[in-house]
Structures are given as C-alpha cells and as structure tokens.
C-alpha cells in the first residue's frame, strides 16, 4: 500500500494512541498534522494546539494545514477522554456534559470542517472516527463514555449516507484495548466505582493490550485499501490490523 506523502490529520495526538499512529505514519512518509490541547514529545509535520470542543480552533487548524501540507487524504477523529469514570447515579453533571462535549460534538466538529472543506473542493477523502468496543459493551462506572461511543457509531453511520454521493469513505474505528494514559486510568479505579476493574488488571498483566501499531496499520488498510467507506463501524481491530 502506497502512502508516501499522503496528508493526514490525528485529533488527540498529543500521547497515546494519537500519538502512536501520528509517529508511525510519519515513518510511513506521510504527512501528518496533530492537534490537542498539550504538546506532543516528537515533533510532527504541524501541531496546534486544539481543543476539539472549539469549532472556530479546529477550523482554523484545518485551514493551516492545508496551507501547509497540503489537501487531506485522512482524517482521524481520535481525541477522547473516559475520565471519570464512577456511577451514573453520582455523577457531576458538569463532567458528564463536558464527556460527551468532547467525545460526541468533538467528532462531529472534526466531521463537519473535513467534509465541508472535500466539498468546497471538490475532493474526496477519507474520514475515521475513533469508536471503542464500549459502543456496544455497556460498563457499569462508564455511564457517558458508552453513551458517547455509541452515538459515535451511529454518527458514522450517517454521515456516510450523507456523503454516499461522492467518493469520500467514512468509517469508525475501534482500536482495541491498548496501552495508554487512559488503560493506566482504568486500572487504578476503585471496585466501587467500576467493578470489572480486575479484568482490566488481569489483561495488563497477561501482556494482552495490543501495540498501537495494530490499530495505526488497521486505519491505513481502511483509508487507502479497497473498503467501500460506507459507515462500516469496526468493532475488533484485530479483524483489519
Ligand atoms: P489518552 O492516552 O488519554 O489520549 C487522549 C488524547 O486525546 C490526548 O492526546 C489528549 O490530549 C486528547 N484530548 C483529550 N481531550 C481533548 C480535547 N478536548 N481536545 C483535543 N484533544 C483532546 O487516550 P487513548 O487511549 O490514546 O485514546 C484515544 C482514543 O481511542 C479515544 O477516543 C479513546 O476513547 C479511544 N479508545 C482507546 C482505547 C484504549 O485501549 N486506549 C480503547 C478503545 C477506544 P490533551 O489532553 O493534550 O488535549
């Protein structure tokens, strides 16, 4: 698969996962632009400081990366936050509201300024929301993170009817349990607030979490394989990786 100076973007890339595939596409020789709200460690093509809740600031980053590298074959929706994870029933309603503000509208603003800017142009391109296995698994302590997934999925699903006019593929991704920031996150909760916190552990500690390396190859097999891109929401990253 060709992918030399293919443009891409990766909200949340800053660490984790949208770092990982950030760094691995760039050592694919494509061109990738990353945003997030704190700096990365490695450099990138371009990185701006985002908070994908902001229209106007992912708007603008869109803007300049065009300007800088170039018209965009791949969008990765990535950025997304779980924190805090506890019952529903106890929950800050602040923090609920600020989970699916980033999760839910930060998806679809990354959706609305690439497809609009494909459609100003007249080019097509490739768009991959970062789903979870949490869109369909429901968590006791993950009350909007799962809500959030799920109406990622769905989301997916429309826009690629929206776009099934064109040549622009749609597609959401879940990237497997791998280990970032956020798995640390998961395994130092209390019981009381997500019981199943042990099979998280036990996973860590069997080796099981998947090297971002899967889900980054998974993703480049999706934007630039044969895929139709007509909202398929992949579940097991393992399937493609
Ligand atoms: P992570 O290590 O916590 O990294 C999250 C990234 O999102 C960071 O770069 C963070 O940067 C960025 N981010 C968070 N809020 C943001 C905001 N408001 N605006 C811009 N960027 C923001 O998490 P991860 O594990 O890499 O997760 C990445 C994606 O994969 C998420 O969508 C997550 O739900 C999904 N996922 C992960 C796993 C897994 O096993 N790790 C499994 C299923 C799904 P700043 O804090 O610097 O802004």
Same mark, same amino acid.
């Given at each position: ?21 950030? $760094?691995?596409? $760039?050592? $694919? ?7 997030? #709200? =704190? ?8 990185? $701006?400081?985002?908070?994908?809740? &902001?229209? &106007? ?5 869109? &803007? ?12 990765? %929706? %990535? @950025? ?5 994870i506890g019952m529903t029933r106890d929950a800050d309603p602040?923090?609920w ?5 980033? %999760? ?18 007249? #080019?097509?391109?490739?768009?991959? %929301?970062?789903? =979870? ?5 429901a968590?006791a302590g993950w009350g909007p993170y799962c809500a959030?997934?799920?109406?990622? &999925? ?20 879940? /990237? ?16 009381? !607030?997500? /019981? *199943? ?17 899967? /889900?980054?190859?998974? *993703?480049?097999?999706? @934007?630039?394989? /044969?895929?139709?891109? !007509? ?6 990253? #393992?399937?493609?990786?």
């Open positions: 698969m060709e992918v030399t100076d293919k443009v891409c973007v990766v909200t949340g890339a800053s660490r984790g996962i949208g770092l990982g595939v950030a $760094r691995i596409f $760039r050592e $694919r020789g494509m061109k990738v632009a990353g945003c997030a #709200r =704190s700096e990365p460690q490695d450099p990138l093509d371009l990185f $701006r400081s985002v908070d994908v809740t &902001d229209l &106007d600031a992912v708007e603008r980053f869109r &803007d300049e990366t065009v300007e800088a590298l170039g018209p965009i074959d791949l969008w990765v %929706n %990535n @950025a997304g936050v779980l924190a805090p602040a923090a509201r600020r989970l699916m503000d980033v %999760n839910v509208v930060g998806v679809y603003h990354g959706a609305r300024a690439y497809l609009r800017s494909l459609r100003a142009t007249g #080019r097509a391109g490739c768009l991959i %929301n970062v789903g =979870s296995g949490a869109s369909t698994s968590y959030s997934k799920a109406a990622v &999925d769905q989301l997916t699903r429309v826009l690629a009817y929206e776009e099934s006019d064109t040549e622009t593929r749609v597609f959401c991704l879940a /990237p497997g349990v791998v280990e970032t920031g956020m798995q640390e996150y998961i395994r130092g909760q209390d019981a009381a !607030d997500f /019981p *199943m916190v042990d099979r998280f552990r036990q996973m860590h500690a069997d080796g099981k979490l998947l090297d971002v390396a899967v /889900p980054a190859e998974a *993703m480049l097999k999706l @934007a630039f394989g /044969p895929a139709r891109g !007509d909202g398929e929401v992949c579940l097991d990253v #393992r399937t493609l990786g």
